[in-house]
């Protein structure tokens, strides 16, 4: 049974089904300061934008993701995507037992905002209150200091480094396997990582 889009809203931003019309909006805002996205693959040009977004309605059609488009509450503007990946199923149920969330990037004037804190907050919410999971995923190339210590900050905890795990994004190396640093968060772990990113929300109000 494949997962169906839906919509995740918070105050600071919705993340909403990623689809093909929102291929100018993705693309505006992947267009200024680009030096964040060094290890990850944001599209800036419409067919590059058209390519992802095909790819990952692909995925979607076959359970492998769930993708999101991320609105900002404030202006309506999409400021950038996100994703549950590596969905796993363990008891038979219609709903995962284990996800990933990545594939995350967010414009230059979204970034230093509560909307990647706000989009954690949903995005693991919906992971294990209404799927009930038992293990939420993140993890970054190893070299990725700077999503690192984001990671860290969420509550998420280290558990290793997979060595050759998946393909590098970083320009030169196109064909090449990455080393992955692994964070995550489980059902035990859940409820003081909600505790953490609510104070943090309310922090930055």
């Known amino acids: 049974m494949r997962v169906a889009p839906f919509t995740l809203a918070g105050r600071y931003v919705e993340l909403v089904p990623l689809k093909a019309e929102q ?118 190339d190893v070299r990725n200091e700077r999503s690192r210590l984001a990671i860290e900050r969420l509550g998420a905890s280290f558990e290793g480094v997979l060595r050759h795990h998946r393909l590098s994004y970083v320009t030169g190396e196109h064909g090449r396997p990455r080393d992955s640093a692994m964070f995550a968060v489980t059902d035990d772990d859940w409820p003081a990582v909600k505790e953490r990113l609510v104070e943090r929300l309310r922090a930055s109000e």
């Open 23 to 140: 291929v100018d909006g993705l693309v505006t805002a992947a267009s200024g300061d680009r030096s964040t996205y060094a290890y990850t693959e944001v599209p800036s040009t419409p067919d590059w934008m058209t390519d992802y977004i095909a790819r990952l309605h692909a995925a979607r059609d076959v359970n492998e993701v769930v993708p999101f488009a991320q609105r900002r509450v404030a202006d309506g503007r999409l400021v950038g995507c996100t994703r549950y990946l590596e969905l796993r199923w363990w008891r038979g149920r219609d709903i995962p037992d284990e996800v990933e969330i990545g594939g995350t990037w967010l414009s230059a004037d979204a970034q230093r905002s509560p909307i990647n804190t706000e989009a954690k907050l949903l995005l693991m919410t919906h992971a294990f209150e209404t799927w009930g999971v038992m293990r939420v995923a993140l993890c970054t």
